[in-house]
């Protein structure tokens, strides 16, 4: 934490004990039974933990990006569903932030700084996935608002959420089809239907819902930054965040599993000697030690370049794309050193194992990401930093 500021470091530091003395006591009976953490929730806006991505005057705690991942490994360390809790909320707030006229600042940061408003974004579809320019989700000037038909998928937190940044098509028949795309910013109780929650491997306690617009009725003010044909590259540059997020949530899984397949395998003894002195288990320690620091320190890499550079989708999508796959491999080690206790719902590792897919898939799956790192080297011309 040589790069972040005192204040920063303390607030790393409190999210840290409280995750070791709150959230991991309780998580392994949240998880197995899908129940939402409603205290922990209400504990997580006591901290400012919803306000970390909004400045003055609408915040009081901004915090830089670096530490904002920092702050994601230390709750996905304890439950990584509490780190998807405010992950969507964080990228509407860069959003708002960045592209948001003065009247939609001043109506919802401050409600979002507190946690009082929390937020979610509407992106992926039914037959679309991660090819967003495919969406069929349009919205239709009628007079002094538009008329929005369509559905999502995937949305986190949906039920739970007061604002949902919709990304939908205002001009279907524009060329090319993303100068047609915007962001309508939706409020509960707006018209549109949480029609069902999806069932998951993982990731339990929080929603997964799919999302119906029927005849819906949207306010023109509701258009983020109040011009049509921006929502495509407004929402490229919330993804930059939100993958960053993703990267950090597969850091805190990975770490969570090695510290308890560490602790186990020195507990644990076979032959005579604790088991980390067999060969096999040290050196699947040292690769997933190894692997979770390079993880890591390209996640720090990225956010840090995502602070101070005009772009960093490359960098943002190298550190998703390896953070995640070194969970996925780190998790599986676990359950190995676990043997036939890491199959089993009495250890975490279990769960460890259930939630690291997730960050494979989720943000543009890692296929996308390596897409968008050929383009970025071959744009740029250079791998230099």
Known sequence: MDNL???????????????????????HELEHANAYPEMLIEQMKQ????????GEPWGESRVSLPCYVLVTEELARGWMSLAGAMGGHTVVAKLIQGFGTEEQKDRYLPRMATGELRATMALTEPGGGSDLQAMRTTAVRDGDGYVVNGSKMWITNARRSGLVALLCKTDPQAE???????????????????????????????ETCELSFEEMRVPTAQLLGGVEGRGFAQMMRGLEVGRLQVAARAVGVG????????AYAQQRESFGVPIWKHQAIGHYLADMATKLEAARQLTQYAARRAETADRADMEAGMAKLFASETAMQIALDAVRIHGGYGYSTEFDVERYFRDAPLMIVGEGTNEIQKNVIARQLVRRGTVAP
Do not use: M, Q
């Open 5 to 27: 500021s005192a204040e920063e470091t303390a607030i790393v530091e409190l999210v840290r004990d409280w995750v070791t003395h709150e959230v991991r006591p309780v998580a």
């Open 47 to 54: 901290l400012g933990i919803f306000g970390l991505a909004i």
């Open 176 to 206: 090319p089809a993303h100068k047609g795309i915007s962001i309508l910013l939706v409020e509960k109780g707006g018209g549109f239907t949480v029609s069902r929650d999806l069932s998951k491997l993982g990731y339990k306690g929080v």
């Open 255 to 262: 770490r969570a599993a090695l510290e308890d397949a560490l």
